[in-house]
């Protein structure tokens, strides 16, 4: 069985300043994917990344980076000069299969505010 | 990119009624689409895997009787909640997995907030 899971249920950080959002899972699948979404107050689940198993490098993209540690089963991202619009519900989540477009097993969230 | 669509995007219902929440792939074709549901404050958990032109496969623990879906086309999936009680409010929302790039990626609907007075 698949298992996300995300300790930090609530998060508040100042603005400007970096935060880590942690994501550990657990699968028996060699080959997976992992995910992480952004859910505003809307409900819309925003895709920010989807890493293969394969792929232990980390990622930037402007503000945001993910490091991904399989020896630890980890996926963490990180938010840089945080803003007040980043405050949302943040999910990671995995996929098994070759292609990662497989049923998604979601964490329980982390409820990350940015206070101004 | 592609986009799946969902309808009604807000949906009030009374106590015993069935309301149906339509999930579109609108610029592709979804063989396969997930329907999700989510409590408040809750994470998403995969109610059904729905294939077109077949049975849905349900998750343990979910009434396939009570939670109809039909996928009768490549663009178009339904769930529909039958006798609605309270207890079925939540967000619904659904996931389509594209034929275009070997299908290797899965698009999310904007989901449906379903109130059940």
């Known amino acids: 069985a698949q298992k996300v899971t995300q300790a930090q249920t609530e998060i508040s950080v100042v603005e400007k300043e970096d935060v880590t959002l942690d994501c550990v899972y657990e699968?028996?699948?060699?080959?997976?994917?992992l995910f992480w979404y952004k859910q505003p107050p809307s409900g819309e689940l925003v895709f920010l990344i989807r890493r293969n198993s394969f792929d232990e490098q980390n990622e930037i993209s402007g503000r945001y980076s993910w490091n991904f540690q399989k020896s630890t089963s980890s996926f963490n991202f990180t938010i840089t000069a945080s803003q007040v619009v980043d405050s949302a519900v943040y999910f990671c989540a995995l996929s098994g299969g070759s292609f990662g477009n497989e049923k998604l097993t979601f964490g329980t969230g982390t409820r990350l505010t940015i206070i101004p | 990119g592609a986009v799946v669509s969902q309808h009604p995007s807000w949906v009030i219902c009374k106590s015993g009624t069935s309301v149906k929440i339509e999930c579109r792939s609108l610029?592709?074709?979804?063989?396969?689409m997930f329907w999700y549901r989510q409590f408040p404050k809750q994470s998403l958990m995969l109610m059904a895997t729905?294939?077109?032109?077949?049975?849905?496969?349900?998750e343990q623990g979910v009434e396939k009787d009570k939670f109809l879906i039909n996928h009768a086309s490549l663009t178009l999936s339904t769930l529909t909640v039958t006798s609605a009680h309270p207890e079925d409010s939540s967000f619904y929302i659904c996931?389509?997995?594209?034929?275009?790039?070997?299908?290797?990626?899965?698009?999310f609907g904007e989901g449906s907030w379903l109130t059940v007075v």
């Open positions: 699968t028996r699948d060699t080959t997976y994917y």
């Open positions: 996931s389509a997995r594209g034929v275009q790039d070997g299908g290797n990626t899965i698009y």
């Open positions: 729905s294939n077109e032109g077949s049975k849905a496969t349900y």
């Open positions: 610029d592709f074709q979804a063989t396969t």
